[in-house]
């Protein structure tokens, strides 16, 4: 029998099986920030061990960073002790980190792959959930917990149970105003958010291979809201090409022998998944959420459920959902006034993001009443939207472009929405409180928060797709 992508990189990876337990998992990357991991290295402190590996390591503050006045010392307490810990840290132990006001500041998970740090069949692992971003590149890469952090600088290895493998595959062509996002909040909203408890996604079909890896980065990125363990995207020739002349990709002789390797990395024919899905490109349109999970997800042109329209075991949770988010069975989202937007975060805060949003509203102006924060995910990031005139685009419609980090993703920062107040946000998570307390948060796609950014109202952005 065939072996699936996954299990070619797993496998390979496993330093020593334990009978009826889990497998001891060699990790080629270890992606550190400011959050999860001083506990780590004050453990390692305690125990007398040093960072084993530490040049395989990569470090960046990101979560508690402001998206302004960079330049100034941090105001919040916790926010620049975690940001200064990990300075020292890194500094003790040999490791990489690129800081605020480093050219390859930014969020982990952007910044990764932007230095070809992130390459096919590798296996990396971050003390942060959406790892699974760096799948898109044919690597094995998840989220771990803090002890994790500690076990994997200490050892480059990590005890971990196999997952299951799964299979998604979406073939078709993508219609007008429709992303990855979409694709990824379509996924979600079939399969919900349990659907892919267990499993490692593998990603396959027309649809996906005609993504731009930013695109395939996004997807990967939400893997992890339908509770996958991650994410991941055979890599082909547009692979390649991203990755071909990155800072830390390989060069000359190593990056033909890299290339030999990586070109094997794909699913047998004959390989088999425990769960395969199958979806049409064509049944996907511009989605957004309504609720506070982010499989409560409908098309922007659609209505929230009736209540028959829920299964009896879920009605309980929709309704305190919908009492939370203010909204009513069967109401339709288009038209719903908006009070902030936000564009960034490591699902969308990339430049083809921010190309999206600008070229919507270009030649039109911000709707009043409307906040809206515009985040790159790193510097590399912004300096590109600078030098591409995007920055002197978002100005003239009313909008500022702000320094790089996780910003109102979550409410580990200044960039908090008010208690009660919407926000149509391109991040990853609408949980309860997750955008600050009280918040009300609506996840969507680039093209559908530049139009609630220029109407004020939820909209499809179709409609002002017709009309430029």
Known sequence: MGKTLFDKIWDSHVVRSVEGGPDVLYIDRHL???????????????????????????????????????????????????????????????????????????????????????????????????????GAFGAVAFG???????????????????????????????????????????????????????????????????????GRMTLCNLSIESGARGGMIAPDETTFAYIRGREFAPQGDAWEKALAYWKTLKSDEDAVFDSEYRFRAEDIEPMITYG???????????????????????????????????????????GKKVDYVFVGSCTNGRIEDLRAFAALVKGKVKASGVTVWIVPGSKQVEKAAREEGLAQMLETAGFVLRQPGCSACLAMNDDKIPEGKYAVSTSNRNFEGRQGPGARTLLASPLTAAAAAIMGVITDPRILMEGS
């Open 32 to 134: 550190i920030h400011e959050v999860t991991s001083p506990v780590a290295f004050l453990n390692l402190e305690r125990r007398g061990l040093q960072v084993f590996r530490p040049g395989q390591t990569v470090a960046t503050p990101d979560h508690n960073v402001p998206t302004e006045g960079q330049d100034l010392p941090i105001g919040e307490e916790l926010s620049r002790h975690q940001v200064e810990m990990l300075s020292r840290n890194c500094e003790k132990h040999g490791i990489p980190l690129y800081g605020l006001n480093h050219p390859w500041h930014g969020i982990v998970h952007v910044i990764g792959p932007e230095l070809g740090i992130t390459q096919p069949g590798m296996t990396i692992v971050c003390g942060d959930s959406h790892t699974s971003t760096h």
């Open 144 to 214: 771990i917990g803090t002890s994790e952090v500690e076990m994997v600088l200490a050892s480059q290895c990590i005890l971990q149970p196999k997952p299951r493998r799964m299979r998604i595959t979406i073939d078709g062509r993508l219609g007008p105003g429709v992303t990855a996002k979409d694709i990824a909040l379509y996924i979600i909203s079939k399969i919900s958010t349990s659907g892919g408890t267990g499993h490692f996604i593998e990603y396959a079909g027309s649809a996906i291979r005609a993504l731009t890896m930013e």
């Open 292 to 334: 506070t999970n982010p499989g409560m997800g409908i098309t922007v042109s659609g209505h929230v459920p009736l209540l028959e329209e829920v299964a009896v075991a879920e009605r309980d949770n929709f309704l305190k959902s919908l009492e939370y988010m203010g909204f009513r069975p069967g109401e339709p989202v288009a």
